[in-house]
């Protein structure tokens, strides 16, 4: 199992690529506290709501290492992956406070974002719902010879549904094109990681399957990106499926309405520690990216907030008539 | 009417269930609760806090993320001597416990020749009020009710929850104990300590002549508003709280239609295939030609449940929905 | 009546299966096959005898024991362009599969905005006839006639069943595909290579003006021999089959009822919160007066199945019992 | 994993355990072989009916080992685990014959054996279905501080079902007295072992579990026995659960039905070379056993067999009105 050590290895010096995901990092990180924002401000349609705080640098990581045409599936804590993913800031935004603009116009909310036109296949409300879903995408594209890969996210939590074992089973068999993102953020709801199995090591617990499998350190979003692009290149070449294992720590409570108080405070500021952001942010400084270039990225991530904010409150609200008429894709003559 | 009395305690619906709980589990030391942080963190809906403080983590169960085997291992539990309650977080993550509930805890007494039972309870709470979207709002009890060998009760009050979850812990038999996400923290008379309903008894929570509205969980309070509303206008209706859904106490609905010759059911559940269908089909069997205006449902339309409160509050039948096809029912 | 011309070709519905299967699968290369033993052994009621050889393991993939992952795992496959069929070996086991079926599958298309569909076809069978008792006999169609968002079919006759399996393959929905392992060795006319029939409408499999009796799957046999034998006392029945189960075609059933002023609904399922339930209140609600007998259903009791074909005959209606309860209700 | 060698290792001398084993071996053999006959004769109640015929020494080995208060869960392919664990002969074949004398009264058939009085909970027609309700058993057994183990016996199919993951994790994770039984008979219907599973050593996948896993010849009764007695100890003494596999082979079809063309016959040839029967036949005819010792074990257990037969011809058939009462355990008042 992975032991998180203090500090991000430098072990990538392509400052492109650092600024990039630094600027990724950064902008899912405030995207999120402006949702907190406006969820004080009761400005959420639902009262659904999982930030994923602390945990920036899995999605991040991954998604820097994907394709245009992967596709990737995720968690009710997905507003990361949808906008690492290339999700529109307004698509997330508009979706949360119930809007026609939103990503599922308005009818998903914070758990059931998707963006088809980027690959995004969808996150999903119940636990371990999706993993099916990307190895049967992934299935298809193998069938068809089309060299996509599947990144599917999901939370230490989800290891102990059996959709998980049956998905990654399966997916071995038929060594598919698809990498299972383990986001281990050490605790599902108040269940510790040490109780959802005996066997915390997801490379072990890879073997049990006949497939790749790592533990690596998921606040380094260097990494993250490293490892994933390993597992999607060996994917990518019908070397078949990866168990991803990313240590990582949700810093605010499970949803809202949660304190946390399951846990040890010292666990909790030994994490803190070691925020993603914080530690790309620390790595820039020792390339010698300066006060301003910082005080850019923020003014910009800033603005894109807001602007998208403002696209959602002028888009109108979710329309109810199309409630009834869009049950089905093959609307049929019979239905009353 | 001011009394000097003191007045009775009153309870939420969440205390009613946790006090069930407490007393069951002390007055019987088979009686243990597992599920899905239903330990420290006292359980989504906060029901079993204190559970595990009281009772130790022999009795009160924190398990991994693994519904199916939540309601498995109670049934194995169950059939060697336990008596488990379960706690699946929402009804909507009952549909991967079907095997265990459907298969198994529902068919064991009857196909192992009646060698073993099942004495277990599953707690479950569903329906709309958060905008958790469509899979955290179903209410999908007539699944249920179409399973023979199950229990299933839905009480609207905390002294029904109270008295339920205690017959539902005595029972031999499996009972899903259907909560909802809109009653927890509602109030109500506390009905002390040695408080049971029996289960597959209907009460009715408000007499009445002219017409019988059958509900059952959260909607109980909504039809007992509407009711409240028209008997400014002068119409009498008589709201019978199901409590049980299966087995169903058609007695005291078709009794009661007898009386008020109108039927009408609401439920929060989809229109189509819900269990206001069997009501009906019931009534229609053995009230030919004693009902004088056609029996009516009224329920959330066949639609996939937005994650939006105000879409779920359009579809979902409220007070004024209610009221008027209450009005319309006894006008025709 | 002797005739020159070459009789029709007849088919087994098992037959007629595999020839959609068949000719589907070479007009439309995005339709694949996966299931358990649907391989080699040619699923384990040998409806997909002969795919593999022909269509190659890319196209028919035997899966591993995962029911939850095989609709799952089809799912995903529609989502990104694949029109899966995938095989549930019994109807039993789709209570592995609920959450695939249920929150995905159905939920999808309006859950995502519009974004994704979902066209697969998730075939099953059920039913007695094999004494193979409590887990793998249920009928239990009418749980997926309350989930919006589904399409559900149930075909009687080889003809319905090819011409239904290619508009279920062709759909853009999730379609779950009924058949019943009583049929697949029963013969009828082959439709021929294009033939297809609408989902959402019933058919009228033999006119009559006393009665209307409306089933589906084998029972729509049954009620036609009751049928046959009730002609030779001067009763008409009419027997509808409704072929698909959702969305219902009551317009069919209500029109039927209007003539004849008698209602009987024939299931094989249990009777409480069965189809029957929902066809009945239909009826009540819309024909109010205007049914001259109580409408009535005849339906397996609320029974667990046991695994013994004496018993199972026992149970589940037969051409007897629907013929005297048809014989009762034009009477009354 | 394990590979099946020529001969049964004597590492066990003891001729009186030996000779048990053998007369229950054959007993299995027997009663199987008697009730394929029933079922030619058309005098089974059900259709449903798979015989373990090759396998018998799985059922002996494990149930051998087992204390009379330990509890055990079974198959669809059960009539050898009802036996070995002490099941009458007569109420299986009582059962298989639709009489109310049966182990169900009748109404469970082939697939649902079940005998409370010796801790065999049930078998089940639902591939899996049983695992949990073993695992529950082990629970309540663990927090009542009784020191029984659980036999959970299921098929290399069922490792692939959801349910056995969740399962074995709860087990692991609560360290439960129970031994997880792979009966692995190479074969899931028509899908072989290595289109079942990506990892085919059950000692592997155990590990990722963090439990205790073996991988053993099951065709050899002795070893069988050794190594249930190592799992059911290490159960008993709180190390928690095992992974036992067994590797043996079903030498008849899946079901009636099945002419199992799927199979390469060299493999069922191979196999056939190890049936567990033959392998103890030999071994006792090393430890000196006669003729007269074999022809008198066949003789007793044929006489048994009969009997039971005679008892359930004699035996009412299932009544059908206690199908409607028996429904509940409580019945209630306002049940119509
Ligand atoms: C099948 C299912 N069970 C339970 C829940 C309730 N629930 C939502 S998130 C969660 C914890 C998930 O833990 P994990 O997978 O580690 O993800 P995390 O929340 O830590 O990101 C739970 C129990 C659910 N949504 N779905
Ligand atoms: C959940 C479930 N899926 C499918 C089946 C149908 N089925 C019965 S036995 C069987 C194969 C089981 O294989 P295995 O577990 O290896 O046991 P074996 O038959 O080899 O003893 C199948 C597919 C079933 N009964 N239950
Ligand atoms: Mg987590
Ligand atoms: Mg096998």
Same mark, same amino acid.
């Given at each position: 199992?992975?032991?998180?050590?203090?500090?991000?290895?430098?072990?990538?010096?392509?400052?492109?690529?650092?600024?990039?995901?630094?600027?990724?990092?950064?902008?899912?990180?405030?995207?999120?506290?402006?949702?907190?924002?406006?969820?004080? $401000?009761?400005?959420? !349609?639902?009262?659904?709501?999982?930030? !994923?705080?602390?945990?920036?640098?899995?999605?991040?990581?991954?998604?820097?290492?994907?394709?245009?045409?992967?596709?990737?599936?995720?968690?009710?804590?997905?507003?990361?992956?949808?906008?690492?993913?290339?999700?529109?800031?307004?698509?997330? @935004?508009?979706?949360?406070?119930?809007?026609?603009?939103?990503?599922?116009?308005?009818?998903?909310?914070?758990?059931?974002?998707?963006?088809?036109?980027?690959?995004?296949?969808?996150?999903?409300?119940?636990?371990?719902?999706?993993?099916?879903?990307?190895?049967?995408?992934?299935?298809?594209?193998?069938?068809?010879?089309?060299?996509?890969?599947?990144?599917?996210?999901?939370?230490?939590?989800?290891?102990?549904?059996?959709?998980?074992?049956?998905?990654?089973?399966?997916?071995?068999?038929?060594?598919?094109?698809?990498?299972?993102?383990?986001?281990?953020?050490?605790?599902?709801?108040?269940?510790?990681?040490?109780?959802?199995?005996? =066997?915390?090591?997801?490379?072990?617990?890879?073997?049990?399957?006949?497939?790749?499998?790592?533990?690596?350190?998921?606040?380094?979003?260097?990494?993250?990106?490293?490892?994933?692009?390993?597992?999607?290149?060996? *994917?990518?070449?019908?070397?078949?499926?990866?168990?991803?294992?990313?240590?990582?720590?949700?810093?605010?409570?499970?949803?809202?309405?949660?304190?946390?108080?399951?846990? #040890? $405070?010292?666990?909790? &500021?030994?994490?803190?520690?070691?925020?993603?952001?914080?530690?790309?942010?620390?790595?820039?400084?020792?390339?010698?990216?300066?006060?301003?270039?910082?005080?850019?990225?923020?003014?910009?991530?800033?603005?894109?907030?807001?602007?998208?904010?403002?696209?959602?409150?002028?888009?109108?609200?979710?329309?109810?008539?199309?409630?009834?008429?869009?049950?089905?894709?093959?609307?049929?003559?019979?239905?009353? | @009417?001011?009394?000097?009395?003191?007045?009775?305690?009153?309870?939420?619906?969440?205390?009613?269930?946790?006090?069930?709980?407490?007393?069951?589990?002390?007055?019987?030391?088979?009686?243990?609760?597992?599920?899905?942080?239903?330990?420290?963190?006292?359980?989504?809906?906060?029901?079993?806090?204190?559970?595990?403080?009281?009772?130790?983590?022999?009795?009160?169960?924190?398990?991994?993320?693994?519904?199916?085997?939540?309601?498995?291992?109670?049934?194995?539990?169950?059939?060697?001597?336990?008596?488990?309650?379960?706690?699946?977080?929402?009804?909507?993550?009952?549909?991967?416990?079907?095997?265990?509930?459907?298969?198994?805890? +529902?068919?064991?007494?009857?196909?192992?020749?009646?060698?073993?039972?099942?004495?277990?309870?599953?707690?479950?709470? =569903?329906?709309?009020?958060?905008? *958790?979207?469509?899979?955290?709002?179903?209410?999908? &009890?007539?699944?249920?009710?179409?399973?023979?060998?199950?229990?299933?009760?839905?009480? !609207?009050?905390?002294?029904?929850?109270?008295?339920?979850?205690?017959?539902?812990?005595?029972?031999?038999?499996?009972?899903?104990?259907?909560?909802?996400?809109?009653?927890?923290?509602?109030?109500?008379? #506390?009905?002390?300590?040695?408080?049971?309903?029996?289960?597959?008894?209907?009460?009715?929570?408000?007499?009445?002549?002219?017409?019988?509205?059958?509900?059952? !969980?959260?909607?109980?309070?909504?039809?007992? #508003?509407?009711?409240?509303?028209? +008997?400014?206008?002068?119409?009498?209706?008589?709201?019978?709280?199901?409590?049980?859904?299966?087995?169903?106490?058609?007695?005291?609905?078709?009794?009661?239609?007898?009386?008020?010759?109108?039927?009408?059911? *609401?439920?929060?559940?989809?229109?189509?295939?819900?269990?206001?269908?069997?009501?009906?089909? =019931?009534? +229609?069997?053995?009230?030919?030609?004693?009902?004088?205006?056609?029996?009516?449902?009224?329920?959330?339309?066949?639609?996939?449940?937005?994650?939006?409160?105000?879409? &779920?509050?359009?579809?979902?039948?409220?007070?004024? *929905?209610?009221?008027?096809?209450?009005?319309?029912?006894?006008?025709?």
């Amino acid at each position: 199992m992975f032991a998180p050590n203090p500090t991000m290895a430098a072990t990538e010096t392509d400052t492109e690529t650092l600024s990039r995901l630094y600027r990724e990092l950064l902008r899912i990180r405030r995207a999120e506290e402006g949702i907190l924002e406006l969820l004080l $401000k009761n400005k959420l !349609s639902s009262t659904m709501c999982h930030v !994923s705080i602390g945990q920036e640098a899995v999605a991040v990581g991954v998604c820097d290492a994907l394709e245009p045409d992967d596709y990737i599936t995720s968690t009710h804590r997905g507003h990361g992956h949808f906008l690492a993913r290339g999700g529109a800031m307004s698509a997330l @935004m508009a979706e949360l406070m119930g809007r026609e603009a939103g990503a599922c116009r308005g009818r998903g909310s914070s758990m059931h974002l998707v963006d088809a036109s980027i690959g995004h296949l969808g996150s999903n409300a119940i636990v371990g719902g999706h993993i099916p879903i990307a190895t049967g995408a992934a299935l298809w594209t193998a069938l068809r010879g089309e060299h996509r890969v599947v990144a599917s996210f999901f939370g230490d939590g989800a290891t102990s549904e059996g959709i998980f074992h049956e998905s990654v089973n399966f997916a071995a068999v038929q060594r598919l094109p698809i990498v299972f993102v383990v986001e281990n953020n050490q605790w599902a709801m108040s269940l510790p990681w040490a109780k959802s199995t005996a =066997q915390q090591s997801i490379e072990v617990k890879a073997e049990g399957y006949g497939i790749a499998g790592v533990d690596v350190d998921g606040q380094d979003v260097l990494a993250v990106r490293t490892a994933a692009r390993d597992a999607i290149g060996r *994917a990518r070449r019908g070397e078949g499926p990866t168990l991803l294992g990313l240590s990582t720590y949700r810093f605010l409570g499970h949803s809202r309405a949660d304190p946390s108080s399951y846990r #040890d $405070k010292a666990e909790e &500021e030994k994490w803190r520690l070691r925020d993603p952001v914080l530690l790309a942010h620390n790595l820039l400084m020792a390339h010698d990216f300066d006060e301003e270039w910082f005080e850019q990225v923020d003014r910009d991530i800033a603005a894109e907030i807001a602007a998208a904010i403002e696209i959602a409150e002028n888009s109108p609200p979710a329309s109810i008539g199309e409630v009834f008429s869009d049950i089905y894709a093959t609307p049929l003559e019979g239905i009353r | @009417m001011i009394s000097t009395l003191t007045p009775p305690r009153t309870v939420t619906y969440r205390e009613a269930l946790r006090e069930a709980l407490f007393e069951e589990m002390e007055a019987d030391d088979r009686v243990i609760v597992m599920g899905e942080d239903v330990g420290k963190y006292g359980g989504a809906y906060a029901v079993s806090k204190g559970l595990l403080e009281r009772f130790g983590d022999r009795r009160v169960i924190d398990t991994p993320m693994s519904e199916a085997l939540i309601v498995g291992a109670a049934l194995g539990a169950a059939v060697v001597g336990g008596r488990p309650v379960a706690e699946i977080m929402y009804m909507d993550f009952v549909t991967l416990t079907m095997d265990a509930l459907v298969n198994q805890a +529902a068919k064991l007494h009857f196909m192992f020749g009646g060698q073993l039972s099942a004495p277990m309870v599953v707690r479950v709470q =569903q329906g709309v009020g958060r905008g *958790a979207g469509a899979q955290h709002s179903q209410s999908l &009890e007539a699944w249920f009710a179409h399973v023979p060998g199950l229990k299933v009760v839905a009480p !609207s009050t905390p002294a029904d929850a109270k008295g339920l979850l205690k017959s539902s812990i005595r029972d031999d038999d499996p009972v899903l104990f259907i909560e909802h996400k809109g009653l927890y923290a509602r109030k109500g008379t #506390d009905p002390g300590r040695e408080h049971t309903v029996p289960i597959g008894v209907a009460d009715v929570k408000r007499p009445g002549v002219d017409v019988t509205v059958v509900a059952w !969980s959260n909607m109980v309070h909504t039809a007992l #508003d509407a009711a409240e509303l028209l +008997a400014d206008d002068g119409i009498d209706v008589e709201v019978i709280d199901l409590r049980t859904i299966a087995p169903l106490d058609m007695q005291t609905v078709l009794a009661s239609c007898r009386r008020t010759g109108r039927l009408l059911v *609401a439920h929060e559940a989809c229109q189509t295939g819900g269990l206001g269908a069997e009501i009906i089909a =019931q009534a +229609a069997e053995h009230l030919h030609g004693l009902l004088h205006a056609p029996p009516r449902r009224i329920a959330t339309p066949d639609v996939v449940l937005p994650a939006n409160t105000t879409l &779920e509050r359009a579809l979902v039948p409220d007070t004024d *929905a209610i009221a008027s096809a209450i009005r319309d029912l006894v006008r025709s």
